[in-house]
């Protein structure tokens, strides 16, 4: 878009959003090794212990032990993304007030959308038990399959505070014809949490733009995730953001260089409700 229409316009001088408030993925992830990472590559090996073997004892024989194994999941860095604006001084100097800070909110947006939607991609990491059969949802199906889903993770044995589900506005239109949804409007302090809806089923639920969609040869289906923030751990980190005169024109730059990744480390915490897309 040419530049000149933005003069004369009159920018606020307030940048209201920042990147982590505005994304609802990382309300529904856990962050445990963000700490750990740096570069693109990294990787962290995260080891989960396997169940102790409970034996009973008899006076006079010798014990068994057991000796102990994991499994081990692996948390790959392997996505970057960047942003990089460049203002000519020119154009600079006829707008009201500096012009790069409305486009690094704009290159922050962008790079919520793109968190959110990998993270929600992670969906395919669903225990298979936690996958509710896809189905055109309605004012009166809903409720039943949100109670479907509680029932998986309690089969389970996932913990009951902390349960939350996406949903799309689609979904969440349906949902509020139920009764037994509870608004975030109702339920005060909540409210502010983004993407916060309400709650229902026992869930949290948070409403979100950035749900996978995929054809599955019949049918274009959004898959709804569920679950707690046990199952996704989720690490990013901004190694570089740079600001200086671009060394060929007359005009300043912004760069920023993002780094990131995700995996699944508790499957039996996370589910998938299919919802045919009409």
Request: net charge negative; proline share 3%; glycine share 6%.
């Amino acid at each position: 878009m040419a530049l000149t229409n933005f003069v004369p316009t009159i920018w606020s001088q307030e940048i209201n959003f920042q990147l982590y408030t505005m994304l609802v993925a990382l309300s529904v992830v856990n962050r445990d090794y963000e700490g750990e990472i740096a570069n693109h590559g990294d990787t962290v090996k995260i080891n989960r212990p396997a169940a102790v073997t409970v034996s009973t004892y008899n006076v006079g024989s010798d014990i068994s032990f057991q000796v102990p194994t994991s499994t081990q999941t692996t948390l790959s860095i392997n996505q970057q993304n960047y942003i990089a604006i460049t203002i000519d001084d020119v154009r600079k100097a006829q707008a009201n007030i500096e012009l790069m800070r409305p486009y690094v909110q704009e290159g922050a947006y962008a790079l919520a959308d793109t968190l959110d939607t990998f993270i929600f991609s992670k969906y395919t990491g669903a225990d298979a038990g936690n996958v509710i059969a896809k189905a055109t949802l309605s004012n009166s199906t809903i409720w039943d399959a949100l109670v479907s889903a509680k029932k998986n993770l309690s089969l389970n044995n996932v913990p009951t505070p902390g349960r939350w589900m996406v949903l799309s506005p689609n979904e969440i239109a349906l949902l509020e014809d139920s009764s037994e949804f509870q608004r975030a409007s109702q339920l005060g302090d909540d409210v502010s949490r983004n993407g916060f809806a309400g709650r229902a089923a026992g869930f949290d639920i948070f409403e979100s733009n950035n749900l996978t969609v995929a054809n599955d040869g019949s049918h274009n289906v959004r898959h709804c995730v569920y679950g707690t923030n046990a199952a996704i751990t989720f690490a990013n980190q901004l190694t570089k953001m740079e600001s200086g005169r671009h060394e060929k024109q007359f005009a300043d730059y912004v760069r920023g260089l993002m780094l990131y990744g995700a995996a699944v480390v508790k499957p039996k915490a996370l589910g998938d409700l299919r919802a045919i897309v009409a």
